[in-house]
């Protein structure tokens, strides 16, 4: 099957209106509430800290320099969409990982009418609450390392920085919520991105669409559950038989 972008993003899309079938609402909840309070913490945070450093400048600075603070207002709005639109989606999937793992099993289970075998619970999701975290920040891990340069790239290369940027966010979010329905199979990170990387259009569509509804405020709240549910058709649809012939 050929790998294409447009249904990559059509799988994230599906997933955001599959949040609303019945029998998802109680999975989709704690998720919710992480992204909450996750996301409005770190802008209140941000915005409270930026309004301290402009008090402690115009304190400091002549009056001629006042236009300054024009300047950085558009800095820092860039700043947080970089940091908290991207960094703290990461935090937010550490803490609801477990859940979201839960999620990604009801959904399977709702579009193939199958169990995946043994049948995911609380218990279940209590004592495998350690190996599961440990995973996302191995995830964790790798998306700092391989994000870091990018992010310099982007403040100091004009129009070229910003794009490798956008790619590299897009197949660093495809990672993170791919992971969910994968590694309720079995499959290891490693495995996962070999998966991953022989639909690779198809990836970058979903991680791009995932990224671009991840920067707008309010929508961003219910961008990781609809992802994970996203993620889970577009195994469903499109991975399962790859992964076995990888």
Known sequence: MASNPVT???????????????GLKRYVLI????????????????AAGFEHLMDRMQ??????????EWLLWPLFLMAVLVVVFYGFTLVA????AP????????????VTGRPLGDDMNWGTLLRELPATLGDEVRKLLYAVLWSVPFLILAFVVPVIGPLLWFLVSA????LEYADFPMGNHGLKFRQMRATLRRRRLLSFGF????AALTAIPVVNFVVMPGAVAGATLMWVGELRGVAAET
Not at 8 to 22: D, K, V
Not at 101 to 110: D, H, I, T, Y
Not at 171 to 174: A, E, Q, R, V, Y
């Open 8 to 22: 990559g993003a059509l799988y994230m899309l599906r997933g955001m209106r599959l949040l609303t079938r019945p």
């Open 31 to 46: 998720p919710l509430l992480v992204n909450i309070v996750v996301f409005g913490g770190g802008i209140w945070l941000g």
């Open 59 to 68: 304190a400091s600075l002549p009056t001629w320099l006042a236009w300054v």
């Open 93 to 96: 999937n550490l803490l609801a």
């Open 99 to 110: 859940f979201n793992g839960l999620l990604a099993e009801k959904v399977e289970r709702m």
């Open 171 to 174: 197949w660093m979010l495809t």
């Open 207 to 210: 991680g791009a669409t995932t």
